[in-house]
């Protein structure tokens, strides 16, 4: 049994599918493959984008886990250091 969501869903693909049958009907072929190049283009660009965001993400995270475990490190040597000199 279908809901409300999932009809307006099949609804809304199907009226997409039409209206994209409908336009690639009325292109010639050299302006169907110019749109598929520049959809393309757009994704090759897109894809760039994300690229470059993961990398900072990255880049991010192996600071954040160095700092970690300079500052881990770094309260282990002073434990050490205080009790060799408490005693």
Same mark, same amino acid.
């Given at each position: 049994?279908? @809901?409300?969501?999932? #009809?307006?869903?099949?609804?809304?693909?199907?009226?997409?599918?039409?209206?994209?049958?409908?336009?690639?009907?009325?292109?010639?072929?050299?302006?169907? #493959?110019?749109?598929?190049?520049?959809?393309?283009?757009?994704?090759?660009?897109? +894809?760039?984008?994300?690229?470059?965001?993961?990398?900072?993400?990255? #880049?991010? @995270?192996?600071?954040? +886990?160095?700092?970690?475990?300079?500052?881990?490190?770094?309260? @282990?040597?002073? @434990?050490? +250091?205080?009790? +060799?000199?408490?005693?």
């Amino acid at each position: 049994m279908e @809901t409300a969501s999932t #009809q307006s869903q099949r609804y809304t693909i199907e009226s997409i599918s039409k209206s994209l049958t409908k336009e690639i009907n009325k292109m010639s072929q050299e302006e169907f #493959q110019q749109k598929i190049l520049n959809s393309l283009e757009e994704l090759k660009t897109d +894809v760039a984008k994300s690229n470059e965001k993961f990398e900072v993400y990255r #880049q991010a @995270t192996q600071s954040l +886990v160095n700092l970690a475990f300079g500052l881990i490190a770094s309260t @282990t040597i002073i @434990t050490v +250091v205080s009790s +060799v000199f408490k005693r």
